[in-house]
């Protein structure tokens, strides 16, 4: 029978196994995260120096253990980002992946790394069909590379490729030989998301009697979590994964997953958990994989509450609807509006952008909302306050407007000339960009200055008709301090629906404010 809080009476999920330990019981859990290189091998993504060494610091900052930069052996490119990261004095340790060749190690090391994830097959397709040696020539090649690696001064990890879908004896002779050759840990590998949590299990249990082991999860059967957890209790003490769960086919563990189930349901911390949704929506802004709005801990909807009633309920207390606070993982609450809005949650929506309703105005407004969203859409702050001032007939004055936009596009450099009034004062300015729409909002941010200091936290675009001539719908989130405002704009021209949503959104976040928007000199 349960008691609500994941155990039963005699038993618990994770622990009652003989050959377990309850998670609760885990000790120091760390991090290896493979978002610079398991990350990067999903399809789509390329990630520059500079964005390698954005992430890494990132990582730092959210406490990661240990940092694999790339595979030195891709090529000089992939080398330079690599020694980019090594050079950045960061506490974490920095990894290059190598496969079972020397070569690999030595360029490794010209990359200065501080250690090494030799990857040698395990099961075996991998060695016998892929690799092409036999199981005893395997063994004898992983010990000699890892004394190599070791007189040479580097920290290394010996991962068995397809460990999942490997001999578990072989896979216990192969790692522990390694072990015995001076390897510093050990790494079972569901490489391809084969394994199911009985595997896990029954693998990590008899090599944490070895030594040191890691754990490398795949989320092909939807298990990735669940594995890195039973890993855990069976005696993995660092978990392999990327930020977000990027990665090839289904993607490898989200590390923010297992670290807000490993503090909120156990009590063990790992990540500073504060960290991670700026480091999420990093990632997902360098490789273009944006978050889905329902993701675990970063997803735009996982504290954000539409219904009436929940609504109502978390207004009245903030856990109502939340296994944990957004706070602690770097969020904030957010109260969305459409067809299943309420009075209470119009209300709260109101009163954070400080706009006074009576009870009657309060009724039109409600309903007006629920008609928009009957219609299918979703009612943004600048929708509602428009609805709200039409109730009321207390229309804001803007303070910032659009009166032209120019851009070019057709050289090597896309150029945009913006012009605003900007109380009362007419602007105009004129940037480059990596796009006309990059060019357009760089000429805005330039317009306004930098003495009034908001941010675009989202961009999203949508096409909402077929065909070359589609019109599309760009929907912006900007803050500036501790104000948060979403505006939509739709056009047929991408450009201009930009900065219209833009400038609505600045000019909503400047309306109630007393401060003079300075150019710069």
């Known amino acids: ?75 000089p490119g992939e080398r330079e980002t690599i020694s980019r990261v090594a050079e950045l004095d960061l506490d974490a340790t920095v990894t290059s992946f190598c496969r079972g060749i020397q070569r690999d190690i030595d360029l490794a090391m010209e990359c200065d790394v501080d250690g090494i994830n030799l990857v040698v097959p395990a099961s075996d397709r991998h060695i016998t069909e892929k690799v092409g040696t036999s199981h005893e020539a395997n063994v004898r090649d992983t010990v000699e590379l890892v004394e190599y690696a070791k007189d040479h001064g580097l920290w290394v990890e010996v991962i068995g490729e397809d460990g999942s879908r490997a001999d578990l004896d072989y896979l216990e002779e192969l790692l522990g030989a390694s072990l015995e050759a001076g390897a510093d840990r050990i790494c079972w590998a569901d490489t391809v998301g084969h394994a199911t949590p009985d595997g896990a299990l029954e693998a990590v249990s008899r090599l944490s009697e070895l030594g040191p082991v890691s754990t490398h999860t795949h989320d092909d059967l939807g298990l990735a979590v669940m594995n890195a957890l039973t890993s855990i209790a069976a005696g993995a003490d660092v978990v392999h994964g990327t930020v977000n769960g990027i990665g090839e086919r289904a993607g490898n563990v989200a590390i923010e997953e297992v670290a807000i189930a490993l503090s909120h349901g156990y009590g063990v911390e790992t990540l500073e958990l504060t960290e991670v949704y700026d480091l999420a929506k990093l990632v997902a802004n360098a490789t273009g994989i944006q978050l889905p709005p329902n993701k675990a801990v970063v997803g735009q909807n996982t504290f954000t509450h539409e219904s009436g009633i929940h609504t109502d309920g978390t207004l ?47 009724a039109e407004i409600v309903s007006r909302v629920k008609e928009i969203g009957d219609r299918g859409k979703r009612v943004t702050d600048a929708d509602l306050l428009t609805i709200a001032e039409d109730v009321t007939g207390d229309q804001h004055d803007r303070r910032v407007e659009i009166t032209e936009l120019t851009t070019v596009a057709g050289g090597n450099t896309p150029t945009a000339t913006v012009s605003l009034l900007v109380d009362g004062e007419e602007r105009t ?93």
């Open 1 to 75: 029978m349960s008691d609500g809080s994941g155990e039963r009476e005699g038993t618990t999920l994770f622990g009652d196994h003989p050959e377990t330990t309850h998670l609760s019981d885990a000790g120091d859990v760390q991090f290896l995260d493979t978002t610079l290189r398991d990350g990067e091998q999903a399809p789509g993504i390329s990630l520059t120096p500079d964005e390698k060494a954005r992430i890494a610091r990132a990582l730092d900052r959210a406490n990661v253990g240990f940092i694999e930069a790339g595979s030195a052996c891709t090529g």
């Open 316 to 362: 009245k207390d903030d856990a109502m609807y939340e296994p944990y606070p957004p706070e602690k993982v770097g969020r904030e609450r957010r109260l969305a509006l459409g067809k299943h809005a309420g009075r209470a949650g119009v209300k709260a929506a109101l009163d954070e952008h400080d706009f006074g309703v009576t009870d009657d105005e309060l």
């Open 429 to 521: 300015e004129a940037e480059i960009g990596s796009g006309p729409v990059d060019a357009a909002i760089n000429a805005v941010q330039s317009a306004l200055g930098r003495s009034f200091d908001t941010h675009l936290e989202s961009y999203h675009v949508d096409a909402i008709t077929g065909g070359t001539d589609a019109i599309v719908t760009v929907e912006v989130e900007m803050s500036r301090g501790d104000d948060y405002v979403t505006v939509t704009a739709s056009d047929s021209d991408i450009t201009r629906a930009s900065v219209e949503a833009m400038v609505d959104a600045i000019d909503r976040l400047v309306a109630t404010s007393d401060d003079r928007v300075i150019a710069d000199d």
